[in-house]
């Protein structure tokens, strides 16, 4: 039978950004993958992108090998030995059906053929091939970047052998990482045509209520649980005339009495912007731009009635948390906009149900996997509340789905979450937990047999609540793991600032010995904890990863101490932690200095690892912790690990010794030369000082042996010499004000 057969070889055929992509993600997997394109030439050139691409598609390097190149016309004989073949050529369908006249000539029996194509339907694309090809074909429609978007789409149809979609899909998943959702043969698939809807809904709607672009993108943003860059935002990000070509398309294929025609329409502004080269951030600027007044680079942005530019202003809508049933509750403009634009799109999503899904789950999955989105659509009205969203909405014929809502009033209506995927995930485990603790910045979701913690602010980042749970959730074993896409971007800087700009050091002080105690409680509590990240393990966030008994790593991860850049020290354990580890290693048992000489190293320049492959030579990663492709699987691997150490011991405290002034006397050359040759500044000269004093162990020597609240306490006192300061602060300021670095 076809769903024991596995994808063990594989040819991607184009070698442009998609299919580079690809063939980078099967290289991740090892999977071994044939890239051809007209030349070889042309694929040499592709493979060199893909082991020197920023950021990297590769999660090691060396995996590179697994790609093999060649072109179309002498190597087409590897596609005969391929169990999958994805054509990523251009989009034109002349092209495209030359290539499947080759691939279906050329190929093994069984083998799956899929085009990567993000528009055109498979009706139009098999019109070609006989019944037979055509149960073996299908779309795969990757998202940009593939390594790093969740979403894959398989679109079928009436043809297709449905085992066979089903093994692609279960592959795809646990193989390749991805969130893989299957879809029917509709224009635009799935993720796209709510989401492009979404986005035009949002827009016209501004332009009607004649809100600005920045009150627009405020609230068609964070509140409604989409990303900060808004409607306009995101727009000048994909490019302006690039969205045109797409709404023709959608105009083209479906049918006049589709809501999406009305959305669609073109606006004379934004076609004066196209034609005037303000194409987004690719082009002179779109609805945003950057502009020059007195030697300054400053950020203007466009009133949508005059389309003259003007500086821009920030908006503050009072609260970026989500909080969609008090935003659309508003009684000012505001509220209007958020619920006139969350209707439209929750009435758009439920009429193509079951049209381009039978399981409207998919379509909220789709939105969080493709668009980032926090809650889909229908995720959107379960929060809402069924009876009040009737009692807001002014119409809704000819929508099945609402008109049977409507009449059975089901607040119970949506079931489990995340149906596309076999695997137990957070999203399916949290309904079925005994009880629930929450706070403001993060939720303890408590079972028989161990608990779970989830962080809940913003790039979760990390305040007295989020140590507070931590603590409280240690009377079981303890998963840390997230539904967002951040493990932790690290402390909350901002909260520490409040605390700063009143002078109120204390405060700060009281903080973040709070945070040591929590991190030293984790480690040494009695049951295990294992954090599950992906995304951002920043700072303080790797702080929490690296004092976890054990550690599950999405290969999508983003790990190191980066608090330099801001001024401070890793405060929470960090330098303790990172010297423990290169304490461990063959060099430091003959060099004593050699551990502190390197964290020095990594922490000073602020060194990041964006794969576990990555993370394992800095010494942020362990060997042994686990690392798993696909997100979904971060769970059950937790709780593996769990089952697997039901004899947990809890570990026995390090101790350490330093040489002390001798090593610091090392490090302060290394940052003389620095400043010398202009590396770093005054300010960078001061933080390295004081990192060198709690490497270096502070006034101790060889024949000291200290413990781990020694450096705890070397941590704080840096930390805080260093939060008093002005230039510090300065940099914090600059940080969160622009989310870059200030070199001082």
Not at 134 to 151: A, E, G, Q, S, W
Not at 287 to 304: A, P, Q, S
Not at 382 to 404: A, H, M, P, Q, T
Request: hydrophobic share 35%; net charge neutral.
């Amino acid at each position: 039978m076809f769903k024991n057969m596995k994808i063990k070889n594989v040819v991607v055929i184009g070698s442009g950004t998609m299919g580079c992509g690809i063939a980078a993600q099967l290289c991740n997997a090892n999977i071994p993958v044939t890239l051809l394109d007209l030349t070889t030439e042309i694929t040499e050139k592709a493979k060199e992108r893909i082991y020197k691409s920023r950021p990297p598609l590769l999660i090691d390097k060396s995996k590179i090998e697994n790609i093999s190149i060649g072109n179309i016309n002498d190597n087409f004989d590897t596609v005969s030995k391929a169990d999958w073949i994805v054509e990523a050529v251009v989009e034109r369908i002349d092209i495209k059906h030359n290539i499947y006249e080759k691939i279906f000539k050329s190929r093994k029996d069984g083998s799956i053929v899929s085009s990567n194509t993000s528009s055109i339907p498979i009706k139009v694309l098999s019109e070609k091939l006989s019944e037979k090809e055509k149960k073996d074909f299908c779309i795969t429609h990757f998202f940009n970047p593939v390594r790093y978007m969740d979403l894959l789409e398989i679109v079928k149809n009436e043809n297709n052998d449905l085992e066979k979609i089903n093994s692609l899909k279960i592959f795809c998943e646990k193989d390749l990482g991805k969130g893989t959702i299957v879809c029917n043969d509709t224009p635009g698939f799935l993720g796209n045509r709510i989401g492009v809807f979404a986005m035009q809904v949002a827009m016209t709607e501004a332009f009607k209520m004649k809100l600005s672009i920045e009150e627009a993108d405020a609230v068609f943003g964070r509140p409604m649980g989409i990303p900060k860059t808004g409607v306009f935002g995101l727009y000048d990000l994909i490019g302006i005339d690039l969205m045109a070509d797409v709404l023709k398309s959608f105009i083209k294929e479906l049918p006049e009495n589709d809501d999406f025609q009305e959305v669609a329409k073109e606006i004379p502004l934004v076609k004066k912007l196209i034609e005037t080269g303000y194409t987004g951030r690719k082009g002179k600027g779109g609805f945003y731009r950057i502009n020059k007044t007195d030697n300054k680079k400053v950020l203007e942005g466009i009133n949508l009635e005059t389309g003259e530019y003007s500086i821009s202003k920030k908006f503050n809508l009072g609260s970026e948390k989500m909080d969609i049933v008090n935003l659309i509750n508003r009684k000012d403009k505001y509220g209007k906009y958020a619920w006139s634009v969350i209707s439209k799109i929750i009435k758009y999503a439920s009429s193509l149900v079951p049209g381009i899904t039978d399981k409207f789950n998919d379509i909220d999955e789709a939105m969080r996997l493709g668009f980032n989105w926090t809650k889909g659509p229908f995720e959107m009205l379960k929060e809402i509340g069924v009876k009040n969203f009737f009692e807001k909405i002014d119409s809704y014929e000819n929508n099945n789905f609402l008109e049977n809502l409507s009449k059975t009033k089901d607040e119970n209506f949506y079931g489990e979450r995340q149906l596309y995927t076999e695997l137990e995930t957070l999203g399916k485990i949290k309904p079925r937990a005994v009880k629930k603790d929450k706070n403001n910045s993060a939720e303890i979701y408590r079972f028989n047999d161990f608990n779970i913690v989830e962080f809940t602010t913003k790039a979760n980042a990390l305040d007295y609540d989020s140590m507070d749970s931590l603590k409280n959730a240690t009377d079981k074993p303890l998963i840390i793991i997230n539904e967002a896409m951040q493990f932790s971007a690290g402390v909350n800087l901002s909260y520490t600032m409040d605390f700063a700009s009143k002078r109120d050091f204390k405060s700060i002080e009281k903080f973040v010995k709070y945070f040591q105690e929590t991190c030293k409680h984790l480690k040494y509590s009695k049951h295990p904890v294992v954090s599950a990240p992906s995304g951002l393990a920043l700072g303080g966030g790797f702080e929490v990863l690296c004092q976890s008994n054990f550690v599950v790593s999405h290969t999508n991860i983003v790990v190191g101490l980066v608090e330099t850049i801001v001024g401070l020290i890793p405060a929470g354990g960090g330098c303790k932690e990172m010297l423990l580890r290169w304490s461990q290693t063959d060099e430091a048992r003959n060099d004593p200095d050699f551990a502190p000489l390197k964290v020095f190293d990594i922490i000073g320049y602020a060194k990041t690892a964006t794969s576990p492959i990555e993370a394992e030579p800095l010494k942020y990663l362990k060997p042994e912790d686990k690392k798993i492709m696909s997100r979904n699987s971060l769970l059950s691997a937790s709780k593996e690990i769990i089952e697997q150490n039901r004899d947990f011991k809890i570990p026995e405290e390090a101790s350490f010794q330093f040489s002390g002034k001798v090593v610091y006397e090392k490090m302060i050359k290394m940052l003389e030369k620095l400043y010398n040759d202009k590396v770093i500044l005054d300010h960078g000269m001061h933080v390295g000082k004081e990192l060198a004093y709690v490497l270096s162990g502070g006034d101790t020597t060889l024949d000291k042996k200290l413990n781990e609240d020694n450096l705890y306490n070397l941590e704080l006192d840096a930390f805080m010499r260093l939060i008093e300061t002005q230039k510090t602060q300065d940099r914090i300021k600059h940080t969160l004000a622009t989310s870059k670095p200030l070199v001082n």
